[in-house]
């Protein structure tokens, strides 16, 4: 049963982070877990143990805990999260061998009722398994249907009636059919009364296991639905207490998190080297003043950058690691297309000026032409050359239609060339737009109120203004939520790395109530 992620699931974390940041309480327990010792509660992180070994028992409680805390944060965040069964294609070495097993499995069936007299220990057992499953359909309050199933599907007495043949199999799977059809969701009402037309017995068991599959699939989505809204209300200490069990079965669940905050330090330290003119390292053992949240908020930042394909995120990031990923390809992308757009203005502001809606029609034909931008196989200088090819179409069009001559060779050649020339590492243009992103993103994650108001977007995002606000939005809900539920866990991390054994405020981690 895979996972399935709608493509927005950012929307739907979006909205939960806001609601969660928007609830009083939340925020007053947020500002309290915070400003206490992380040794006061059950559920504050445990100090760092001495390396030790760790069991396998060990090993498979903490893939639970992290199995379970990941099943809840995606539930938590995700409306459009569900489950679905998954099926091996037919031609797949599983698929054939799920079918050569089964077909052996039901032609077997039907030998033993053919016999004479009939053989029905293997029906009997199916009968068995389907009251079982009809059972788990029930609410707790359901006892009189529970009864009337336990008694028409009583297994002791369907082998007594067996020992004197006297099964009455099609009218066992008629009352199964009967109660499915009470029990099921109104889309399975078409299968369950397909069963009712189906003559042959084996192939009537066969489907009313199908259809049962269904149903119980559909039940565990309800449930979900049902979860949801206990869920999250309780995010933040569901998942800060299953992280804690992680970190008490496997003491190294930091690692990467407490390498991810020193990456930064070493980078803030480095910058203020260069701001000195100090050479790095020229501090010794003492450290500048740094700012907890001012290294926190610049590690949350690197995630924008981040290589998901071969660099390992954060323990504590995991259950968001999807997430970051596509926000982090999509920002990408809007990123080609404001230096695309901020190039092609400063070459052409003249000509494009009296073009209607020149701006979003290039914005349109690169949306189409770097779609799947972050795919290996993917050619961004081919892209951005067919993108230039387009773009000195549309111009020349428009020219022509107003009756001015078209863009000389010399012209489009030289824009085409500086369209692909952004692939270049050091393209000032290029590190121009990227750094107007990186700002933006900074001042999101510093804004105490992104309902009420969202920060400026900075000059040349403008033709991706809408997008990038969006974007934004979503990442900085994903990062307020995760140092509402990790935020302990970071100033433990932070007080050791800056101030040894120092206390960290922690007041100052604690997410923006926006």
Same mark, same amino acid.
């Given at each position: 049963?895979?996972?399935?992620?709608?493509?927005?699931?950012?929307?739907?974390?979006?909205? %939960?982070?806001?609601?969660?940041?928007?609830?009083?309480?939340?925020?007053?327990?947020?500002?309290?877990? %915070?400003?206490?010792?992380?040794?006061?509660?059950?559920?504050?992180?445990?100090?760092?143990?001495?390396?030790?070994?760790?069991? %396998?028992?060990?090993?498979?409680?903490?893939?639970r805990n992290l199995s379970n805390l990941t099943l809840a944060h995606e539930i938590a965040v995700n409306e459009n999260f569900y489950m679905e069964r998954t099926e091996h294609p037919q031609n797949s070495l599983p698929g054939r061998v799920?079918?050569?097993?089964?077909?052996? *499995?039901?032609?077997?069936?039907?030998?033993?009722?053919?016999?004479?007299?009939?053989?029905?220990e293997h029906a009997i057992k199916l009968f068995e398994e389907i009251k079982e499953i009809l059972l788990s359909f029930l609410n707790p309050g359901a006892n009189r249907m529970r009864s009337q199933i336990c008694e028409v599907l009583d297994t002791d007495l369907i082998r007594q009636q067996a020992e004197h043949n006297a099964v009455d199999i099609q009218g066992l799977a008629n009352y199964v059919i009967s109660t499915m059809g009470k029990l099921c969701a109104p889309v399975r009402d078409d299968d369950v009364n397909k069963l009712k037309a189906t003559g042959d017995i084996v192939a009537l068991l066969r489907q009313i296991f199908r259809v049962l599959d269904l149903m119980t699939m559909d039940m565990v989505n309800f449930t979900i639905k049902n979860l949801r809204p206990h869920l999250q209300r309780n995010l933040v200490d569901y998942e800060r207490a299953k992280f804690q069990d992680i970190l008490e079965e496997t003491p190294n669940a930091l690692d990467l998190t407490t390498e991810w905050i020193r990456e930064s330090i070493q980078d803030e330290l480095s910058s203020v080297s260069c701001e000195m003119s100090l050479p790095p390292g020229a501090y010794g053992t003492s450290k500048p003043n740094l700012s907890p949240t001012l290294v926190l908020t610049n590690s949350?930042?690197?995630?924008?950058?981040?290589?998901?394909?071969?660099?390992?995120?954060?323990?504590?990031?995991?259950?968001?690691?999807?997430?970051?990923?596509?926000?982090?390809?999509?920002?990408?992308?809007?990123?080609?297309?404001?230096?695309?757009?901020?190039?092609?203005?400063?070459?052409?502001?003249?000509?494009?000026?009296?073009?209607?809606? *020149?701006?979003?029609?290039?914005?349109?034909?690169a949306f189409v032409l770097l779609d799947g931008i972050n795919k290996k196989t993917f050619n961004l200088k081919d892209a951005l050359n067919a993108i230039g090819i387009q773009t000195c179409s549309e111009i020349n069009k428009s020219l022509t239609e107003r009756g001015f001559a078209p863009l000389n060779k010399e012209v489009e050649a030289n824009l085409v060339g500086q369209l692909c020339n952004i692939v270049d590492e050091d393209n000032p243009i290029s590190s121009l737009i990227d750094k107007r992103i990186h700002l933006y993103m900074k001042s999101l994650l510093a804004s105490p109120c992104l309902q009420k108001s969202m920060p400026a977007v900075p000059g040349g995002l403008a033709v991706v203004q809408a997008e990038i606000q969006t974007i934004g939005t979503q990442y900085a809900n994903i990062v307020n939520l995760n140092k509402q539920v990790y935020g302990p866990f970071y100033a433990n991390i932070l007080r050791k790395l800056l101030f040894g054994n120092a206390e960290v405020n922690k007041a100052e981690l604690a997410p923006p109530t926006n």
């Amino acid at each position: 049963m895979p996972l399935n992620n709608e493509q927005n699931s950012d929307c739907d974390s979006s909205r %939960f982070s806001e609601s969660t940041a928007s609830s009083s309480s939340d925020s007053e327990y947020s500002r309290q877990s %915070f400003t206490s010792d992380s040794s006061s509660k059950p559920s504050s992180p445990a100090s760092t143990s001495p390396p030790q070994v760790v069991t %396998f028992d060990e090993m498979m409680a903490a893939a639970r805990n992290l199995s379970n805390l990941t099943l809840a944060h995606e539930i938590a965040v995700n409306e459009n999260f569900y489950m679905e069964r998954t099926e091996h294609p037919q031609n797949s070495l599983p698929g054939r061998v799920k079918q050569i097993v089964h077909q052996a *499995f039901w032609d077997r069936l039907e030998e033993d009722l053919n016999e004479d007299p009939p053989e029905y220990e293997h029906a009997i057992k199916l009968f068995e398994e389907i009251k079982e499953i009809l059972l788990s359909f029930l609410n707790p309050g359901a006892n009189r249907m529970r009864s009337q199933i336990c008694e028409v599907l009583d297994t002791d007495l369907i082998r007594q009636q067996a020992e004197h043949n006297a099964v009455d199999i099609q009218g066992l799977a008629n009352y199964v059919i009967s109660t499915m059809g009470k029990l099921c969701a109104p889309v399975r009402d078409d299968d369950v009364n397909k069963l009712k037309a189906t003559g042959d017995i084996v192939a009537l068991l066969r489907q009313i296991f199908r259809v049962l599959d269904l149903m119980t699939m559909d039940m565990v989505n309800f449930t979900i639905k049902n979860l949801r809204p206990h869920l999250q209300r309780n995010l933040v200490d569901y998942e800060r207490a299953k992280f804690q069990d992680i970190l008490e079965e496997t003491p190294n669940a930091l690692d990467l998190t407490t390498e991810w905050i020193r990456e930064s330090i070493q980078d803030e330290l480095s910058s203020v080297s260069c701001e000195m003119s100090l050479p790095p390292g020229a501090y010794g053992t003492s450290k500048p003043n740094l700012s907890p949240t001012l290294v926190l908020t610049n590690s949350y930042l690197k995630l924008l950058r981040w290589d998901y394909q071969t660099k390992a995120i954060p323990e504590t990031l995991m259950t968001d690691e999807g997430r970051l990923q596509e926000l982090s390809e999509k920002l990408y992308q809007l990123k080609i297309i404001a230096c695309i757009s901020l190039i092609t203005s400063n070459m052409l502001a003249a000509v494009i000026e009296g073009i209607p809606n *020149f701006v979003e029609k290039q914005k349109s034909i690169a949306f189409v032409l770097l779609d799947g931008i972050n795919k290996k196989t993917f050619n961004l200088k081919d892209a951005l050359n067919a993108i230039g090819i387009q773009t000195c179409s549309e111009i020349n069009k428009s020219l022509t239609e107003r009756g001015f001559a078209p863009l000389n060779k010399e012209v489009e050649a030289n824009l085409v060339g500086q369209l692909c020339n952004i692939v270049d590492e050091d393209n000032p243009i290029s590190s121009l737009i990227d750094k107007r992103i990186h700002l933006y993103m900074k001042s999101l994650l510093a804004s105490p109120c992104l309902q009420k108001s969202m920060p400026a977007v900075p000059g040349g995002l403008a033709v991706v203004q809408a997008e990038i606000q969006t974007i934004g939005t979503q990442y900085a809900n994903i990062v307020n939520l995760n140092k509402q539920v990790y935020g302990p866990f970071y100033a433990n991390i932070l007080r050791k790395l800056l101030f040894g054994n120092a206390e960290v405020n922690k007041a100052e981690l604690a997410p923006p109530t926006n």
